[in-house]
């Protein structure tokens, strides 16, 4: 599942290392032909992450269209709650609700090649068309916008106007961000690869074992 334990660098750190790819899937079961993330199988690791003394961080790898909110909010959440230090770094896309995700982490890393891109949320099936389902919408919106700015040097009213762009996309609203674009607008904090990405999660490793044997 894309999970696996990286431990043969020179520190000799452990090292969790998480993929994040495809389609998140939620509540419901994406088509059998889709490559998906099921947020029930990352949401356990994540778990034994946090309980397991041995490991020393976590590097989440991110090449993804987005999909289910409440799934890639609760993954998001819980990766920004994870007590060992932990870097993310975007391969290709990170996309929708991957946003958030890779925000998450304590510093993020984009390839210049990768693109992010932030819309409006959308719906499936039959909406209501009233006003308490606008409302609904909109505070589901307001969740992601404020984790996001939280997690990030983005504001809040800067990535609604992101999302409410009309000059990108050519069926949807919204904006796409490659790399670069992405850190100068403050959601990532650096452009770089896999060796930029560990290496600073070795760095902040060894500051929070300084912390810890300065107590």
Same mark, same amino acid.
């Given at each position: 599942?894309?999970?696996?334990?990286?431990?043969?660098?020179?520190?000799?750190?452990?090292?969790?290392?998480?993929?994040?790819?495809?389609?998140?899937?939620?509540?419901?079961?994406?088509?059998?032909?889709?490559?998906? @993330?099921?947020?029930?199988?990352?949401?356990?690791?994540?778990?034994?992450?946090?309980?397991?003394?041995?490991?020393?961080?976590?590097?989440?790898?991110?090449?993804?269209?987005?999909?289910?909110?409440?799934?890639?909010?609760?993954?998001?959440?819980?990766?920004?709650?994870?007590?060992?230090?932990?870097?993310?770094?975007?391969?290709?896309?990170?996309?929708?609700?991957?946003?958030?995700?890779?925000?998450?982490?304590?510093?993020?890393?984009?390839?210049?090649?990768? @693109?992010?891109?932030?819309?409006?949320?959308?719906?499936?099936?039959?909406?209501?068309?009233?006003?308490?389902?606008?409302?609904?919408?909109?505070?589901?919106?307001?969740?992601?916008?404020?984790?996001?700015?939280?997690?990030?040097?983005?504001?809040?009213?800067?990535?609604?106007?992101?999302?409410?762009?009309?000059?990108?996309?050519?069926?949807?609203?919204? @904006?796409?961000?490659?790399?670069?674009?992405?850190?100068?607008?403050?959601?990532?904090?650096?452009?770089?690869?896999?060796?930029?990405?560990?290496?600073?999660?070795?760095?902040?490793?060894?500051?929070?074992?300084?912390?810890?044997?300065?107590?």
């Amino acid at each position: 599942m894309g999970q696996i334990t990286l431990n043969e660098n020179a520190n000799k750190y452990k090292v969790e290392l998480l993929t994040i790819i495809g389609e998140v899937e939620g509540h419901e079961s994406a088509p059998s032909n889709s490559k998906t @993330t099921k947020y029930e199988h990352v949401l356990p690791r994540l778990a034994t992450i946090e309980d397991d003394e041995s490991v020393d961080g976590l590097l989440v790898l991110l090449n993804t269209v987005g999909g289910d909110v409440e799934a890639g909010l609760a993954i998001a959440e819980m990766i920004a709650s994870l007590s060992v230090p932990t870097v993310s770094l975007v391969l290709g896309g990170g996309h929708s609700i991957g946003v958030p995700m890779a925000v998450s982490a304590d510093y993020s890393f984009v390839v210049p090649s990768a @693109t992010m891109v932030i819309h409006p949320v959308r719906t499936n099936g039959m909406f209501i068309g009233v006003a308490q389902s606008y409302r609904n919408m909109e505070k589901i919106q307001d969740r992601i916008t404020t984790f996001i700015s939280n997690h990030s040097h983005t504001s809040q009213e800067r990535l609604e106007e992101l999302m409410l762009d009309t000059t990108q996309l050519v069926k949807d609203v919204g @904006t796409l961000l490659e790399g670069p674009e992405a850190v100068r607008e403050g959601l990532i904090d650096e452009v770089g690869g896999m060796k930029e990405a560990l290496g600073k999660l070795y760095e902040l490793i060894g500051e929070e074992k300084s912390k810890t044997t300065e107590k």
